[in-house]
């Protein structure tokens, strides 16, 4: 593994420089990131390192000195600060993949690094350059107003006829899409409002003190709802990048709604392939990699494997 430094300038935020390591043995015909959770700050593997190796593609493991979703200047955006991650990409395709399209480049994004796949996919045009796009356990803010409000009704995860979702009807549950006490792992500042069941709130948003127990005014709603994945301008249309989801069944955080919020908007026809996976038995909240798949009795990570190795492929 090599390491590397960039400094990303990216509009409405403050420069950062980011930390990516490279595994390359020089026979590779293929890149794939990885991107972890939260605001990753730390490197992410759980096996996925070795796993991707052995298909033959250079591994890229990013790691951002602070929250990439924090635009570090006072106006906080997470829609703009996903530029950033974006940005990340391209220079990746530009410099370690070296703008080859003949070999295939794909992104797993895990949690906080899944938001910021779907944001670059729907806001910041990386479907042009991705072959595939892996999401585990979100894009976590796929409706942050949802996220916000108290009395927002559970989602459906997989609901009968989900696009991509063999286990609909079977294996589907129900979920809120409410951030609760993890809020805090996600995202802490002033830029997002936690709201917290136990009446404990420390958080405020930039339109005033959050209010916990109480709905979300119509100007935070309107507010948080620009921010989100799922917002005007975006862009749910692949024709050249297959796309997989996977959810633990049920997780005790809001990740999974979250991330239906965004698999809504995919459509049978507008990419290659979409395949959301519905994982049991998870380590923790999303622990994808660790659980089983059912639809084939393989663990997570050999399915999710399979997978990339199935559709990380050039699509015509």
């Known amino acids: 593994m090599v390491c ?3 400094t990303i300038s990216a509009t409405g935020t403050l420069d950062i420089t980011v930390t990516y390591g490279v595994k390359d043995d020089g026979t590779t015909d293929g890149t794939m990131i990885l991107h972890g959770g939260g605001g990753g700050t730390r490197t992410f ?4 390192v070795n796993k991707f190796t052995g298909q033959g593609k250079r591994v890229v493991q990013v790691m951002w000195p602070r929250r990439w979703m924090d635009t570090n200047v006072p106006t906080k955006n997470i829609k703009t600060a996903a530029a950033r991650p974006a940005t990340l990409i391209q220079h990746v395709f530009d410099h370690v993949h070296n703008s080859n399209t003949a070999e295939t480049f794909g992104f797993f994004g895990s949690s906080g690094g899944s938001a910021a796949l779907a944001y670059s996919l729907a806001h910041y045009g990386m479907g042009d350059k ?6 585990s356990s979100g894009p976590v803010f796929g409706n942050i107003a949802k996220g916000c409000h108290p009395g927002a009704q ?8 989900q696009f991509g979702c063999s286990q609909a009807g079977v294996d589907s ?3 809120a899409p409410q951030v609760r006490e993890l809020a805090p792992q996600i995202i802490t500042g002033t830029f997002f409002c936690a709201q917290y069941y136990d009446g404990a709130c420390t958080h405020h948003s930039l339109l005033g003190d959050c209010n916990c127990n109480n709905p979300p005014t119509s100007d935070e709603i309107v507010f948080w709802s620009s921010q ?5 301008g975006a862009n749910y249309t692949y024709p050249t990048t297959a796309l997989m989801s ?3 069944t049920p997780e005790t955080n809001n990740s999974p709604p979250q991330g239906q919020f965004y698999a809504d908007e995919l459509k ?8 959301m996976m519905l994982i049991d038995n998870c380590s923790g909240t999303e622990g994808t990699w660790n659980g089983d798949w059912p639809v084939t009795g393989e663990n997570g990570l050999d399915a999710m494997a399979n997978w990339a190795s199935n559709h990380c492929v050039i699509h015509p």
């Open 228 to 232: 989100s994945v799922v917002s005007n």
């Open 45 to 48: 593997d759980n096996g996925f």
């Open 154 to 161: 559970e989602k459906w995860v997989c609901p009968h006829n």
């Open 173 to 175: 549950f129900k979920q």
């Open 246 to 248: 996977a959810f633990c």
């Open 268 to 275: 049978a026809g507008n990419m290659p392939e979409y395949t």
């Open 130 to 135: 991705l072959d595939c796009a892996m999401m």
């Open 4 to 6: 590397y430094t960039t």
